[in-house]
T-cell receptor
Framework: AQKITQTQPGMFVQEKEAVTLDCTYD???????LFWYKQPSSGEMIFLIY??????QNATEGRYSLNFQKARKSANLVISASQLGDSAMYFC???????????FGAGTRLFVKA | EPEVTQTPSHQVTQMGQEVILRCVPI?????FYWYRQILGQKVEFLVS????????KSEIFDDQFSVERPDGSNFTLKIRSTKLEDSAMYFC?????????????FGSGTRLTVV
């Protein structure tokens, strides 16, 4: 069965510093996509970044990068130069190529301190 | 930027009542989804819909739930007889061709409160 694990329920980071949010996944499939979503206190879900299982390079989107280590089955999100507006819940997620559903981790709440 | 629109943003209903949550996906998208998030918990897949039929559903999506694309633009989730445990945020999402493999565009959600 597929599973996403986020072991950090909450994280603090100083404004302008970088922070890494951890995510490990479990699947026996070889073809899948990994994602990070941001959920601010307003409640909407915002897509941040995607990594395909066959992508050799780590994905980057502006200040977000995904540190993909396939052998370790980890897909950590790195946010560089944190901003106060980055304070939110962050969800790691996975979709298998052969299916339609995405499974989500429990989330990490990030607090950015001024 | 195109967006997925959900209405209403908040709905309160009495236990046992039927409720319909409405979504307008992005116009050229082909795959549609419903997810729910019970307060403070993880986001859970309910159902995916493609080519006018359910392509996959979770064990949560029992006979109390149904989905419909009645007119080519709306995508609805109906809960026939609501229970207290149906209280959650319900998110609609849509994707173009890739079945969510490159990320969803989510709507802003409908918060359903069953009393």
């Amino acid at each position: 069965a597929q599973k996403i694990t986020q072991t950090q329920p909450g994280m603090f980071v100083q404004e302008k510093e970088a922070v890494t949010l951890d995510c490990t996944y479990d699947t026996s499939d070889q073809s899948y996509g990994l994602f990070w979503y941001k959920q601010p206190s307003s409640g909407e879900m915002i897509f941040l970044i995607y990594q395909g299982s066959y992508d050799e390079q780590n994905a980057t989107e502006g200040r977000y990068s995904l540190n993909f280590q396939k052998a370790r089955k980890s897909a950590n999100l790195v946010i560089s130069a944190s901003q106060l507006g980055d304070s939110a819940m962050y969800f790691c997620a996975m979709t298998l190529t052969g299916g339609f559903k995405t499974i989500f981790g429990a989330g990490t709440r990030l607090f950015v301190k001024a | 930027e195109p967006e997925v629109t959900q209405t209403p943003s908040h709905q309160v209903t009495q236990m046992g009542q039927e409720v319909i949550l409405r979504c307008v996906p992005i116009s050229n998208h082909l795959y549609f989804y419903w997810y729910r998030q019970i307060l403070g918990q993880k986001v859970e897949f309910l159902v995916s819909f493609y080519n006018n039929e359910i392509s996959e559903k979770s064990e949560i999506f029992d006979d109390q739930f149904s989905v419909e694309r009645p007119d080519g633009s709306n995508f609805t989730l109906k809960i026939r007889s609501t229970k207290l445990e149906d209280s959650a945020m319900y998110f609609c999402a849509s994707t173009l061709q890739d079945r969510g493999l490159r990320g969803y565009t989510f709507g802003s959600g409908t918060r359903l409160t069953v009393v």
